[in-house]
């Protein structure tokens, strides 16, 4: 049987009471309540998901609820139906934060939001691992967010949503500091702010007129946040520094990776801290998730796609639960080289993680 490892899970919360009893003080509680606030912080009418709901219907609770709000349920529907062996909590809700202007407030929903799923999900089952929710409005309070939970054994990772600064500006520091030093890589996943909200990461081009098309713009976020974290030297000052995008796809990071070689060749002088191809920075310092899995008719094709990455080493399962397309293991791992499914499924996580493991 093959040990799974799921990279890219989103425990979910009913609403901001679930958070309340997690904030201090009672002028944020207050705050918080205000009519107009919602747990995405983002208005429904834009880029309204043609199906009505981001979310599996099949995932709500027998007693009612958001799709996988209620951890027994979900231990039923997911860990144990898909025999999960370790699975990594991205709260997605708490990322909302990206597309807010208070880093204050930010910082303040975060730290409830981490306080609240570490209480009432990472210790219900010992599978259930957290990445924690850090705002990128303020890098200083986010690093002291990490080393508030560097001794929690649930804590295995740092879940950081963008903004519009690319990730090798040095504002983000503070952050990989922190995740260097506590040993946790920083996992990355698309918040619905993208392309959407003055301050969110743009899109290349101009706002996209529909759900569609601006989903398969996503990776474009990731692209750019590579390409930003190795000319501006991030993995040359931290070495070990691990990045993982969750939800971006990966069948375009060969030809990142070739377009980069190509243009450090030729531009050298430019970025003389650089002495090695950048794409040696990509397979040792950054990860890819499978889900959402680009799916040509001929398998061979991806499988090419997937040698040229290095996918043995780089890339990690996930499946989204309890997201509209989340990707069953069974399904993906069959669609892998056979001498492939193991590491993807379990090994390569495993050592992303091995030092909070």
Excluded at 34 to 63: C, I, N, W
Excluded at 145 to 173: C, Q, T
Excluded at 246 to 267: C, H, I, N, Q
Aim: proline share 8%.
């Amino acid at each position: 049987m093959t040990k799974l490892f799921d990279c890219d899970m989103h425990p979910m919360a009913n609403g901001i009471e679930d958070f309340l009893p997690y904030i201090a003080q009672e002028s944020w509680r207050e705050r918080f309540q205000a009519k107009e606030f919602t747990m995405s912080g983002r208005a429904m009418d834009r880029y309204y998901h043609p199906a009505g709901t981001t979310l599996r219907q099949d995932a709500v609770p027998p007693g009612g609820g958001l799709p996988g709000s209620d951890p027994q349920f979900t231990k039923v529907d997911y860990l144990d139906r898909m025999d999960i062996d370790v699975a990594v909590m991205l709260p997605i809700q708490g990322s909302a934060v990206s597309s807010w202007t208070d880093p204050v407030a930010a910082d303040v929903f975060s730290t409830a939001s981490n306080d609240y799923f570490l209480d009432n999900w990472a210790s219900f089952d010992p599978r259930l691992k957290m990445a924690i929710t850090v705002s990128p409005l303020d890098p200083e309070a986010s690093a002291r967010e990490i080393r508030r939970h560097k001794d929690n054994p649930a804590v295995i990772g740092i879940f950081m949503s963008l903004v519009n600064i690319l990730m090798g500006n040095r504002y983000y520091y503070p952050i990989y500091e922190a995740a260097v030093e506590c040993g946790m890589p920083i996992l990355v996943h698309p918040t619905g702010a993208e392309g959407c909200y003055l301050g969110a990461p743009v899109l290349s081009g101009g706002v996209p007129r529909g759900y569609a098309e601006r989903r398969t713009l996503f990776p474009q976020v990731a692209w750019s946040s590579i390409t930003s974290m190795v000319f501006e030297g991030v993995f040359q000052r931290y070495k070990d520094l691990k990045i993982v995008l969750t939800e971006f796809g990966f069948s375009w990071v060969p030809p990142l990776m070739w377009r980069m070689d190509k243009e450090w060749a030729a531009f050298r002088i430019e970025v003389p801290w650089i002495d090695v191809p950048p794409s040696e920075f990509v397979f040792d310092n950054v990860f890819f998730t499978t889900q959402p899995m680009d799916e040509p008719k001929d398998l061979s094709k991806l499988w090419e796609i997937m040698e040229m990455m290095n996918g043995e080493r780089t890339l990690l399962f996930s499946s989204d639960y309890p997201h509209w397309d989340i990707d069953e293991p069974d399904y993906v791992l069959k669609r892998l080289p056979e001498g492939m499914r193991q590491s993807v499924a379990y090994d390569n996580a495993a050592r992303v993680f091995a030092e909070r493991l």
